[in-house]
């Protein structure tokens, strides 16, 4: 859903839209050309040398002879560090308060005239000439910050910089939001901006509609999180290093972080993957917990057209046994594509069609697009121009509100940098409520505004609150579908404080988490879009959003029954399941790609129904500790340099490790384990890890392996939670945790914890606490023989 594509398909330069989107682009360009001069003439500036230092809680600043460092370690071990007097706050990424310093951290004066800060976790170091240091507690470099560089325009404006880093030869880099090539980076550069690839992406696309200047960094010596604090536009270029590169010599990594404006100012946290994504959730705040109906099958499909294609699409589902958990109407249910309305001739009573549905088990979500139709006398634009002194919606520097081009035609675009729009536009949800619509998918807020060249957003130069701070588009932009989020979820939660609200977004950035998750966007259909489906969920969980997934099946195009099937079949295992599918790329129903493809999505479906209490659990313990649903295979062993370049597999949960089928005319491919041993759950096959195996992966399902010893709750014949037990082999023990599912209400989560042991041939499962006595049904599984298939190679390190 993008201009471009619009271009193309429809011929939109020879319509009347066309045109008017040739207009709005040319005032957008005009717009800054005017209010944005350029940079002109500028003086480049380093920190110079080392003057003294002025100690303070959990840190201190150390003044250079054109700059200062501020540095402070928090309580809960995060490090932060920022020049020219930057302070942790404001920040989009924070929720509240900056975490308090800890007492025990302090500065003092280090070797050659530079400077150090000790806490529990890390050592940060300060050379003589602004270089910083980060150093575990036994002395390794987990990273180097070179003294960074600023260039200010000499008629004054805002400064760029650049910052260089160094990581260890052997590191590899994940993370900066969405992105289709990873989830491992590899040597290229970045974008940090936004942005609406043109209707359809593949893993050679960058950037895509969810950036962040997060990264993590996973090496020997450890693994680090490193978020630079800065929303503007900026790019990242990174080079991983070699070891042993010329003569025997290691080749450091480097990371280059350039940004147009805006604070030099970063987060470090450190640790096992765990504790830092623990910390980074700690930092930005918890992730939103989903209703557990969230966590079921969910249909989309842009141009289902009326309610008698709805009901055809439930009842196919229903008919043929398959379960469906909600459905998706897209921008076509809406009255000439204008937000908070319904074509009453298509849906003439939604309300009844949506309890219709709720009786059979189906929620009905809503799209939700920022752009409002920029006409005086509709209800919803003279709402919003009646909103504070100003108005709702972004100003160009003149004052005048900034008009796009989106689907309703001419449109405004709200400022949710602004308290009092937020709260506005969260009161506009009370009319999808009353539609009897249960969540909400927001989209097209990068922003878009249609364009037939450059940037499909909104001028540069366009006015923005920024919570009363004041500022334009370049440092707004990234922020926008954030704090469009925001603005819903809070709305949701005042309208309905007993329900958790649902909500995901295309667009998002640091933070995103608070307030919902998000999905791939409209990705291509092919083989290359699967792949880059589950780079995107990988990279986004360790950016702290959890819960994400892709269009199953690809967003354009008709997929061919192979393909359409193996994305089904890796969307079972993804903790947003749902089929979606552009209005002329075809229908995405399971029945449409025959009769084998029909009974093996039905097991797809079955297998993540059964698995649902798990999913439950994984979105609890997401909640309590930060950690993603779907997670690398390096997740528990870091050091293992071949698990960090595995990029076909990922760990769901610490239980199941899951290999999907990314090549066509496959029938068996080679999976990279852990260690410790490994079941196949359809053979019952055993392999020991680390290394790699070759197991079947007929068209009738992806090889998912359980862990040795853990502990699963499923959904048992009755519809109860029973605990599906892999055998531990002899001498070790295992275990896991059990959420119940609590409603979707605000319930304290309960968190059983189950261990395991091998005792006489019987596996023995006890529950902490309690005596030990487990009241859970309990299959035990993988006890059919002691012993385990060998996995050829090792860990792949020297």
Known sequence: MDGRDLVRSVKLLGSVRGLRTVRSAWRHRRADARALPGRGAERARVPGSVLG??????????????????????????????????????????????????????????????????????????????????????????????????????????????????????????????????????????????????????????????????????SDAGTHLAFHDNTWDGRVTLREGEVGAGSGHDRQGTCEVRMDGGPLRCWVVAGTPARVLRGWAALTGAPALPPSWALGPQHARWGFGDEREVRRVVAGYRDRGLPLSVLH??????????????????????????????????????????????????????????????????????????????????????????????????????????????????????????????????????????????????????????????????????????????????????????????????????????????????????????????????????????????????????PLFRTHAAIDAGRREPWEFGPEVLEHARAALTERERLLPYFVTLAQLARLTGAPYARPLWWGAPGDRALRDCEDAFLLGDALLVAPVLEPGADRRAVRLPRGRWYDTATGAAYEGPGQVLVDAPLSRIPVLARAGAVIPVRGADGGTELEVWAPPPGRSGGGPVVPDAGDGWEAAEVERYTTRLADGRVVVERDGGEGVVTRPVRVRGLAGTGAVGAAGGTGQP
């Open 329 to 574: 109407l897209d921008i076509d249910h809406y009255d000439a594509h204008q937000v908070f309305t319904v074509d009453r001739r298509a849906f003439p009573d939604l309300p009844a069609l949506a309890e219709e549905l709720r009786t059979q088990g189906v929620r009905l979500v809503s799209i939700v697009d920022p752009a409002v139709k920029a006409e005086a006398g509709l209800p919803l634009f003279d709402s919003g121009a009646a909103v504070g002194e100003r108005g709702a919606f972004v100003r160009d520097a003149r004052g005048r509100v900034v008009v796009g081009e989106a689907w309703p035609g001419a449109g405004g675009y709200p400022d949710f940098t602004d308290p009092l729009v937020r709260e506005w536009w969260g009161s506009l949800y009370a009319e999808r409520l009353a539609q009897g619509f249960s969540g909400v998918w927001h989209d097209m807020n990068e922003p878009v505004s249609f364009t037939p060249f450059g940037d499909p957003t909104l001028p540069r130069s366009a006015r923005h609150c920024l919570e009363g701070r004041g500022g334009d588009h370049r440092e707004a932009h990234n922020v926008y579908g954030l704090t469009m989020a925001r603005a819903g979820y809070e709305g949701l939660l005042r309208l309905r404080p007993e329900e958790r609200p649902f909500l995901f977004s295309r667009s998002g950035w640091a933070g995103m988490q608070r307030y919902g998750g998000t999905w791939s966007g409209d990705v291509a259909t092919g083989w290359p879009g699967l792949r880059a489906s589950l780079a995107l969920v990988l990279g986004l969980g360790l950016c702290g959003v959890p819960y994400s997934g892709p269009d199953v099946g690809g967003f354009d195009g008709s997929p061919s029954p192979e393909l359409y099937l193996r994305w089904f079949q890796l969307g079972a295992y993804l």
């Open 53 to 218: 230092a002025e100690p303070g809680p959990g840190g201190g600043v150390v003044r250079f002879a054109r700059s200062e460092l501020r540095i402070r370690v928090s309580v809960g071990g995060a490090v932060f560090w920022a020049w020219d007097g930057a302070e942790p706050l404001p920040s989009y990424a924070l929720p509240g308060p900056a975490p308090e310093p800890d007492p025990r951290a302090g500065l003092e004066p280090d070797k050659d005239g530079g400077w150090q800060v000790v806490s529990e976790r890390l050592t940060v170091a300060v050379s003589r000439n602004g270089a910083v240091e980060l150093r575990t507690p036994g002395g390794v470099v987990l990273r180097r910050e070179l003294p960074p560089r600023w260039w200010e325009p000499v008629g004054g404006g805002p400064a760029r910089w650049v910052q260089r880093s160094e990581v260890p030869a052997d590191a590899r880099f994940f993370g900066l939001g969405g992105r289709a090539s990873g989830p491992r980076l590899r040597d290229g550069v970045y974008r940090l901006w936004n942005t609406d690839p043109g209707g359809r992406f593949g893993p050679g696309d960058d950037p895509l509609y969810l950036t962040m200047p997060v990264q993590v960094v996973v």
